[in-house]
């Protein structure tokens, strides 16, 4: 029987014997944590994957209706966490993959120490009068209706905004081929799933200690999502980063690592 850890493309480095497993986001795989891993190497062992549907993932590993969920990759993340016999270990997961990592600790909180979330948020859609999302309905059917007719203008428009300030002509192409490189039949469904889903009666679930870590200029998720996590998460630590996008991993991992470093207890020196 084929392992989970095949089907994601389990990878492990590092020089640590601490874990820390890590979670890409939506339209990713673990190549994008490729500049933090430097920053975190000597001190922890990571433990990278390949979300089902992404990177280099098994092609028999995707079920397109369990995998157009978030849902259905905690379960994966879950199935690895019993395979790896984890315990104690950090989780760090950006935008969506940090949502998966945490719907995961709610089926195995002795997994994890720690949820460290990257630009996550439990909804992109407003709902007021007293839910800011960043996105009205409207908004979000013409995303999804831009993805549906043409993919390619799609992918640019997302990277562009998803960069913003912190954006350049070769991050923008770069981060735009990694959404190309995957199927919109593969990131459609997921794409719906993620931005008109909603998982805030999730929260109070959650009983792993949680740091929410958002950058100061992010078109995708604004503050104030980042603050409802930290209000309706238990034992949780809001840091607002001093960066502009999406995709701090990607543009800024140097200012990332130094507000982990403190707070994963990563020894210096």
């Known amino acids: 029987m084929t392992s989970i850890s095949h089907f994601l493309n389990v990878n492990e480095l590092g020089q640590g014997t601490a874990p820390m497993l890590l979670v890409h986001g939506f339209g990713c795989d673990q190549t994008v944590w490729r500049r933090l891993i430097p920053f975190l190497e000597k001190d922890f062992r990571l433990i ?7 990177g280099y993932s098994a092609p028999e590993a995707y079920d397109v209706n369990r995998h157009d969920k978030p849902s259905g990759h905690a379960e994966d993340i879950v199935a690895l966490c019993d395979e790896l016999d984890l315990e104690g270990a950090v989780m760090l997961g950006h935008s969506i993959g940090g949502t998966i990592g945490m719907l995961a600790s709610i089926q195995r909180p002795n ?15 407003d709902d007021p009068p007293d839910y800011y999302g960043g996105y009205t309905r409207e908004q979000l059917d013409g995303l999804m209706q831009l993805m549906e007719h043409n993919y390619h203008d799609w992918a640019g428009t997302v990277s562009r905004v998803a960069l913003g300030d912190a954006g350049t002509e070769a991050r923008q192409l770069n981060l735009q081929q990694r959404f190309l490189e995957i199927s919109p039949d593969v990131l459609g469904p997921l794409a719906k799933s993620i931005f008109l889903g909603d998982t805030r009666h999730h929260l109070p679930d959650v009983s792993v200690p949680s740091l929410i870590i958002q950058t100061a200029r992010d078109a995708m998720v604004p503050v104030e999502a980042a603050q409802y996590l930290q209000q309706h998460l238990v034992d949780s630590e809001l840091v607002a980063l001093d960066a ?19 707070r994963l207890e990563i020894k210096e020196g």
């Open 244 to 262: 502009a996008g999406h995709y701090p991993q990607l543009t800024a991992p140097d200012i990332l690592a130094n507000e982990l470093q403190p």
């Open 48 to 54: 990278l994957v390949d979300l089902a549907g992404f």
């Open 111 to 125: 997994a994890f120490k720690r949820l460290a979330m990257i630009c996550s948020s439990a909804r992109y859609l």
